[in-house]
């Protein structure tokens, strides 16, 4: 069986390696095969060890030979690319930045472990914005990564990459983070599924961005992205904080009835923004077919963040750039400026706008429960921008806030503000360009499992398993 990178999901194909109907090896041959075909037009993989991966192939070939397909972990076999804000033992980690040092890491963070623990086969970094602090994955150091949809568009930021080397068909998933949009913005903009879990579910060796930042992973299938929130979700006792347990496997919820639940919609922009008729059809056909499935559909105003909440974020944000150990003086302009700024900001300021962000988070998170259930919204109120735009903006005023980067965030970075879950599922594909469009989904406070049950019955209810970029030139 030669394995189908462009069409299978995950869980199907460690399936496959369990009946032996294809090795690891004969997986990852595939996997660097199809990386040596498109990556030269994507730009999604900016580093690659091919020995490395071969020898993880061929040992867990081994493995499955010694022990059988009993008990094994729930993705045996099957490659997965990490993003390069994340550290892997032995593996260089740049943050995409030319000021960055290539040296290997000395240990690999939480999630990567357990991602391994769940049996991925780690094969190579993907690309990701200097420091994933705008949502193009377009950077000096690797340069810019396309989307396999239009060669001539961004695959949206920071995991970009990962989303380039999913849509594109060189993995079957990809590891990923968002700490504003980076999981869910980069889904959008390649027809792929993309769930930023509760604040507090995925824990690594610390709180980023007091916590609005996490990881998952962009994936094609509801099912993936549950199994894959299964292995990096694990309680940590040696963390500050853990979200509650859920009642039981993510991946259980995926087909369980979710029960009638109240959907609220919002298609206005939260910033006075224009939003693209295409943003909204996907939320009125999300809307639509839940309404058709039963569920009940509220007349809700939703009120989100005020503008005196932005500043504060920022704050957040902004002083996140003291983690990164690297030659300031080589960094690009704009984080520079960042950091400039943070630098600017005494420790009685920052705690305050902490606490603001706190009070204002119990005020919006209220109205899920008491209002509605669920919460639908665009996942952008624009197509992806063209490939290489963000860079160019935040390149020629690096102090400035860039308005296609708001833009892209208008919908997505509350709801890492507030902790809130929110996946975004690819509804819809746009009449004028073609290119997939998401439509975001917000469950309340650690409501994972509510909110992967409602994405599942979307999948089924509008299903894009069979919509795929055409072949690259």
Same mark, same amino acid.
């Given at each position: 069986?030669?394995?189908?990178?462009?069409?299978?999901? @995950?869980?199907?194909?460690?399936?496959?390696?369990?009946?032996?109907?294809?090795?690891?090896?004969?997986?990852?041959?595939?996997?660097?095969?199809?990386?040596?075909?498109?990556?030269?037009?994507?730009?999604?993989?900016?580093?690659?060890? +091919?020995?490395?991966?071969?020898?993880?192939?061929?040992?867990?070939?081994?493995?499955?030979? /010694?022990?059988?397909?009993?008990?094994?972990?729930? #993705?045996?076999?099957?490659?997965?690319?990490?993003?390069?804000?994340?550290?892997?033992?032995?593996?260089?980690?740049?943050?995409?930045?030319?000021? /960055?040092?290539?040296?290997?890491?000395?240990?690999?963070?939480?999630?990567?472990?357990?991602?391994?623990?769940?049996? &991925?086969?780690?094969?190579?970094?993907?690309?990701?914005?200097?420091?994933?602090?705008?949502?193009?994955?377009?950077?000096?150091?690797?340069?810019?990564?396309?989307?396999?949809?239009?060669?001539?568009?961004?695959?949206?930021?920071?995991?970009?990459?990962?989303?380039?080397?999913?849509?594109?068909?060189?993995?079957?998933?990809?590891?990923?983070?968002?700490?504003?949009?980076?999981?869910?913005?980069? /889904?959008?903009?390649?027809?792929?599924?993309?769930?930023?879990?509760?604040?507090?579910?995925?824990?690594?060796?610390?709180?980023?961005?007091?916590?609005?930042?996490?990881?998952?992973?962009?994936?094609?299938?509801?099912?993936?992205?549950?199994?894959?929130?299964?292995?990096?979700?694990?309680?940590?006792?040696?963390?500050?904080?853990?979200?509650?347990?859920? +009642?039981?496997? &993510?991946?259980?919820?995926?087909?369980?009835?979710?029960?009638?639940?109240?959907?609220?919609?919002?298609?206005?922009?939260?910033?006075?923004?224009?939003?693209?008729?295409?943003?909204?059809?996907?939320?009125?056909?999300?809307?639509?077919?839940?309404? +058709?499935?039963?569920?009940?559909?509220?007349?809700?105003?939703?009120?989100?963040?005020?503008?005196?909440?932005?500043?504060? #974020?920022?704050?957040?944000?902004?002083?996140?750039?003291?983690?990164?150990?690297?030659?300031?003086?080589?960094?690009?302009?704009?984080?520079? @400026?960042?950091?400039?700024?943070?630098?600017?900001?005494?420790?009685?300021?920052?705690?305050?706008?902490?606490?603001?962000?706190?009070?204002?988070?119990?005020?919006?998170?209220?109205?899920?429960?008491?209002? &509605?259930?669920?919460?639908?919204?665009?996942?952008?109120?624009?197509?992806?921008?063209?490939?290489?735009?963000?860079?160019?903006?935040?390149?020629?005023?690096?102090?400035?806030?860039?308005?296609?980067?708001?833009?892209?965030?208008?919908?997505?970075?509350?709801?890492?503000?507030?902790?809130?879950?929110?996946?975004?599922?690819?509804?819809?594909?746009?009449?004028?360009?073609?290119?997939?469009?998401?439509?975001?989904?917000?469950?309340?406070?650690?409501?994972?499992?509510?909110?992967?049950?409602?994405?599942?019955?979307?999948?089924?209810?509008?299903?894009?398993?069979?919509?795929?970029?055409?072949?690259?030139?």
């Amino acid at each position: 069986m030669q394995p189908d990178l462009d069409r299978s999901s @995950a869980l199907d194909l460690a399936a496959a390696i369990r009946r032996a109907e294809v090795s690891p090896t004969e997986v990852m041959d595939a996997t660097l095969a199809a990386i040596a075909d498109r990556n030269p037009a994507l730009n999604a993989v900016v580093w690659l060890d +091919e020995d490395d991966a071969r020898a993880r192939a061929k040992a867990a070939t081994e493995r499955l030979t /010694a022990e059988g397909p009993d008990d094994l972990p729930p #993705f045996f076999g099957v490659p997965l690319p990490i993003k390069d804000l994340h550290p892997v033992q032995g593996w260089p980690c740049t943050f995409g930045s030319p000021g /960055a040092s290539d040296a290997p890491a000395e240990e690999s963070g939480l999630v990567v472990q357990r991602l391994e623990d769940a049996g &991925f086969l780690l094969c190579g970094t993907s690309n990701s914005p200097e420091f994933g602090t705008v949502t193009a994955t377009e950077n000096d150091r690797y340069g810019i990564t396309r989307n396999p949809w239009d060669l001539e568009r961004t695959s949206g930021g920071s995991s970009g990459g990962a989303s380039a080397a999913v849509a594109g068909g060189m993995f079957t998933i990809a590891h990923a983070s968002d700490g504003g949009g980076s999981i869910r913005i980069p /889904a959008t903009c390649t027809g792929l599924v993309g769930l930023k879990p509760a604040r507090g579910r995925v824990v690594d060796q610390t709180v980023a961005w007091e916590g609005a930042s996490t990881q998952g992973v962009v994936s094609r299938t509801v099912a993936d992205t549950a199994a894959a929130l299964d292995a990096i979700a694990v309680f940590d006792p040696l963390a500050w904080w853990n979200a509650p347990a859920p +009642e039981r496997p &993510f991946l259980d919820e995926v087909g369980a009835d979710p029960g009638r639940l109240r959907i609220a919609s919002m298609t206005t922009s939260t910033l006075g923004l224009d939003v693209d008729p295409e943003c909204v059809a996907a939320v009125e056909r999300t809307v639509a077919a839940l309404a +058709e499935a039963g569920h009940e559909i509220v007349d809700h105003e939703f009120e989100p963040f005020a503008e005196d909440f932005i500043a504060g #974020f920022v704050h957040v944000v902004n002083a996140g750039l003291s983690d990164f150990d690297v030659d300031w003086d080589r960094v690009q302009a704009n984080n520079r @400026a960042n950091r400039g700024y943070a630098q600017k900001v005494d420790s009685l300021t920052y705690v305050g706008a902490v606490a603001a962000l706190q009070r204002w988070t119990r005020k919006v998170n209220a109205q899920w429960g008491r209002d &509605f259930d669920v919460l639908v919204t665009p996942t952008m109120p624009i197509q992806p921008p063209s490939a290489g735009q963000i860079l160019r903006e935040i390149t020629e005023a690096p102090a400035d806030t860039s308005m296609t980067v708001l833009a892209t965030v208008s919908y997505t970075s509350m709801f890492n503000m507030n902790g809130l879950p929110a996946i975004s599922l690819p509804v819809h594909q746009a009449s004028d360009t073609g290119l997939p469009v998401g439509a975001q989904v917000v469950a309340g406070p650690w409501q994972e499992a509510a909110l992967l049950r409602v994405a599942a019955q979307v999948e089924q209810l509008l299903p894009w398993a069979d919509r795929r970029p055409a072949p690259l030139p």
